[in-house]
C-alpha cells in the first residue's frame, strides 16, 4: 500500500533528480517558560537585554510574557539548526536572572489564570493587537491552556525540485499552483499518520495537579501532587491540551483538500459571529477584550496538529499571503518538548522528521472526507492518552489496526527515503534514526513518556520534581557552555536592532486602533 512513494523514488532515481530532495530547508521554533526557583511561572517582564518580542527574529514570548519562544532561521544543515538553537538559549540564560527555562512541555506550581501574564508588545497598533489576541484566548479558553509549551518543525522542499518533480509528474499547472497542491497532500498525510509523533516523541504522560485547577478530571493520581494515565504518551496533545475544544459547537473544521478550500474556510471562520464569545463583548469599558467575537478571531487561533505557512508582507494577513503567494513551508507542531535534552529536540528527532515529511509528500494522499477525518481525530486522542497500551488499535479505512503493526508498516515504508537522504550523510544518521523509532514501535518502554514515569517512580518523584530537576540539570549545562564570539555579536546587534524597530513602528502609527483593526481586517 506504500509503493506510490517508492515508485516517485525510483523515477526521480532513474532522471538523476533524487538528489535535490537532500537539501530541504529545516527551521525549529521551540518554547520554553521562565519559572521563578520555586518553579512558578516568572512574574517578571520579558528581559530589555533580549530586545523587542515584536520585532526580534529569534527571540520573542507566545502567548504569555513568561513563555519565551527561540527560533532559528531556515537552514540546510541540522547540525548548524541546533547550534544555532543552542547558542540562543546560552544568550537568553545570560540575561534571566536567576530564573530557569522549564525542561517540559507542561507547566507547574499553577496559582490560577490571573497570576500567567499575558506578553506585551508595545504600544503599536500591531503590538496592542498581539496583546488583545492573547486576552482574547485567555477569555475563550483559559490563560492556563495557553502557557503549554511545545516545539514547531518547520520545513520546505528544496525549491529547484518543485520545477523537475512537476514535469516528471506530466503537470501543466502554474508551478505555485501545483506547489500549493503538494504541500497540501503532504499536510494531508501528515495527519494521517500524525499518530505517530506523540508516540514516538511525546514527553507529557503527568501533569502536575495545579494545572487543572481542582476541575473533574478522568485522569489518575500517580501521587498528592501529579495526574497521569498509566499509557499517556502527550497530555499536551490530548483533550486538556491546546485544542479547539468548542469546535463541535462553533461549527468550524478546516478544509484541507486545497489551499483554496482552506483559506475559504478559515476566512469563513473570521467573519462569522459566535454567541459564545459575544457574550464577552469586544471593547468593554474602552479595553479590548478580543479582537472580535467571531468564530476565530484570526487564522492563527485555529489549532491544528501542521500548518500551511507563507510569510505575511508586513501586517498582511497569513490567510492572504498564502492566497496570493502559495505555500512556502509546512509548520508541524505536534512535538512535546524533549524533556531528555537541553534544547528540547535533538538530531535524532530531526532525521526522522525529514525522513518523515519526504516519504508524506511522495507517498499518495487522497482528499480526507468525514469519515476518514473522525478516524484521524480519534487516533490522535488514543496515541494521546493510551499510544504505549499493547491492546490499543487505530482506526484505518473503516477497518481497526494495531499502533504497532501500522507503526511498523509506516517505519519500514520510510526506509528508501531514509536511504536516499542518507547518501547525502556519511553516517548514515537518517537509516539511524529510522532504526531507532523502529525500536520504539516495538517496545514502548523505551519512548520517552514511558522514561518520564520510569524515572519518576524510581526516584520517588512528583512530576513537578522531575521537570525541576531536569531544568536545573540544564541550567548548569548552559552555565558551562561557551557562547561563540560571532553568535553572542549577532543576538546583541539584534537585540537593539528589533528595540529600534519596535520604536519606529510606534513613532510611524497614524490611525487609532480602532481603525487599525478596521483596517486589518477590511484587507481582501
Excluded at 489576541?133 to 477569555?139: A, C, T
Excluded at 507529557?204 to 501529579?226: H, I
Excluded at 499571503?321 to 530531526?350: C, M, T, W
Excluded at 552555565?479 to 553572542?488: F, H, R
Amino acid at each position: 500500500m506504500y509503493k506510490t512513494a517508492d515508485t516517485r523514488l525510483a523515477r526521480l532515481d532513474q532522471e538523476g533528480l533524487s538528489e535535490l530532495l537532500r537539501n530541504g530547508l529545516i527551521g525549529l521554533e521551540k518554547e520554553s517558560l521562565r519559572v521563578s526557583p520555586e518553579g512558578g511561572i516568572a512574574q517578571t517582564p520579558h528581559p530589555l537585554a533580549l530586545g523587542s518580542p515584536l520585532t526580534h527574529p529569534y527571540i520573542t514570548t507566545d502567548y504569555s510574557e513568561a513563555l519565551t519562544e527561540f527560533i532559528t532561521p531556515p537552514m540546510t544543515d541540522r547540525v548548524q539548526a541546533l547550534q544555532f538553537l543552542q547558542d540562543v538559549h546560552k544568550f537568553v540564560y545570560q540575561h534571566i536572572n536567576g530564573e530557569t527555562l522549564w525542561s517540559t512541555s507542561m507547566p507547574c506550581v499553577l496559582e490560577g489564570g490571573k497570576n500567567i501574564p499575558i506578553a506585551r508588545y508595545g504600544d503599536s497598533n500591531a503590538g496592542q493587537m498581539k496583546t488583545v489576541y492573547r486576552r482574547g484566548l485567555g477569555h475563550r479558553y483559559g490563560r492556563v491552556m495557553q502557557v503549554i509549551a511545545g516545539v514547531h518543525f518547520n520545513y520546505s522542499v528544496p525549491e529547484l525540485f518543485w520545477p523537475e518533480f512537476q514535469a516528471l509528474e506530466g503537470d501543466g499547472r502554474p508551478l505555485q499552483d501545483y506547489i500549493a497542491d503538494a504541500y497540501f497532500a503532504m499536510l494531508r498525510n501528515l495527519q494521517r499518520f500524525g499518530w505517530l509523533i506523540p508516540y514516538l516523541f511525546g514527553a507529557s504522560p503527568a501533569v502536575c495537579k495545579s494545572f487543572l485547577g481542582g476541575r473533574p478530571t478522568n485522569l489518575q493520581s500517580f501521587d498528592p501532587y501529579t495526574y497521569y494515565l498509566p499509557y499517556a504518551t502527550s497530555l499536551r496533545m490530548g483533550d486538556i491540551g491546546y485544542q479547539n475544544s468548542k469546535e463541535q459547537g462553533t461549527g468550524i473544521k478546516a478544509c484541507y483538500d486545497c489551499l483554496d478550500a482552506y483559506v475559504e474556510t478559515l476566512s469563513q471562520a473570521i467573519d462569522t459571529p459566535c454567541p459564545i464569545y459575544q457574550t464577552i463583548g469586544v471593547k468593554v469599558n474602552g479595553r479590548y477584550e478580543q479582537l472580535n467575537a467571531n468564530i476565530l478571531q484570526i487564522e492563527n487561533e485555529y489549532y491544528s496538529t501542521v500548518r500551511p505557512k507563507q510569510i505575511p508582507d508586513g501586517m498582511e494577513k497569513p490567510i492572504l499571503a498564502l492566497k496570493r503567494r502559495g505555500v512556502r513551508y509546512l509548520e508541524l507542531r505536534s512535538l512535546d518538548v524533549n524533556a531528555f535534552h537541553p534544547l528540547g529536540i535533538d538530531e535524532e528527532q530531526i532525521c526522522f522528521l525529514e525522513t518523515f515529511m519526504l516519504f508524506c509528500l511522495l507517498h499518495d494522499s487522497p482528499a480526507i472526507n468525514v469519515f476518514e477525518q473522525r478516524e484521524i481525530d480519534r487516533n490522535e486522542g488514543a496515541a494521546a492518552h493510551r499510544g504505549r497500551d499493547p491492546n490499543l488499535y487505530l482506526q484505518r479505512n473503516g477497518q481497526e489496526i494495531r499502533l504497532q503493526d501500522w507503526g511498523r508498516e509506516v517505519c519500514e515504508a520510510m526506509r528508501p527515503v531514509a536511504e536516499l537522504l542518507d547518501q547525502g550523510s556519511p553516517d548514515g544518521e537518517y537509516m539511524k534514526s529510522l532504526n531507532r523509532q523502529l525500536l520504539l514501535v516495538e517496545d514502548p518502554e523505551q519512548t520517552p513518556s514511558a522514561r518520564m514515569l520510569k524515572e519518576m517512580r524510581s526516584n520517588g518523584e512528583s512530576f513537578f520534581d522531575f521537570a525541576q530537576r531536569k531544568s536545573l540539570e540544564y541550567l548548569e549545562y548552559f552555565e558551562g557552555q561557551v557562547l561563540p564570539i560571532g553568535s553572542d555579536e549577532l543576538f546583541r546587534q539584534e537585540t537593539q536592532a528589533s528595540l529600534e524597530r519596535q520604536r519606529s513602528i510606534e513613532r510611524h502609527d497614524k490611525v487609532s486602533f480602532d481603525e487599525f483593526l478596521v483596517d486589518y481586517f477590511a484587507q481582501q
